[in-house]
């Protein structure tokens, strides 16, 4: 079974990124040296991981990193901070 990776990586301008892959010790290595000079994170390092899920199936890997790319950052960084009972409310729309 091949695992992949969903994670969120901060940078120095204190925006997230979120990314996923099959191998995340190549893929975070790659992010902090500047491997690929067009990657979001190129500019923005240093980058830190504040946040990794892994999981058994990429089509699901890829959906949830699409999902989360679509977030608010408050919404963000509260799975960064595991305060998963506000994600709910943070999904609302304030009108």
Known sequence: MKLSYVYILKCADDSY????????????????SGFYKDCYTYKKRPVALVFSCEFT??????????QIKKWSRAKKEALINDQYDKLPNLAKKKF
């Not at 990124?17 to 902090?32: A, E, F, I, K, P």
């Open 57 to 66: 199936n990429i089509a699901i890997a890829i959906d949830t990193e699409k």
């Open 17 to 32: 990124y979120t990314g996923v892959t099959s191998n995340l010790t190549q893929r975070l290595s790659q992010h902090y």
